[in-house]
């Protein structure tokens, strides 16, 4: 549990810490924006099969490009390998 003590005249600032990021939907553009060339790329290559860029996740000082394509799911790190099996579990 996080243990925040914060002012009562602050919740604004509050709510907006406390925020999941993931209730952001960042547009295609945003997503595009926040990946590397090798990732544009790979991107690109599974496009061509179908896949769409889902999300795009920042873990660490890294980013990780998920893409969906009819219930199936791929990954690109940032060195561009592209992972079609990969162990995410997304929410619903």
Do not use: H
Request: charged residues 20%.
């Amino acid at each position: 549990m996080l243990d925040i003590q914060i002012p009562n005249n602050d919740l604004v600032a509050a709510s907006t810490f406390l925020t999941d990021n993931r209730e952001k939907n960042d547009n295609a553009d945003t997503m595009w924006d926040k990946l590397n060339l090798s990732q544009q790329y790979a991107v690109c290559t599974l496009g061509q099969f179908g896949y769409l860029l889902t999300y795009v996740r920042s873990i660490g000082d890294t980013t990780l490009a998920i893409l969906k394509q009819n219930g199936k799911m791929a990954t690109i790190n940032e060195a561009g390998i592209i992972n079609v099996n990969p162990e995410v579990k997304c929410r619903q």
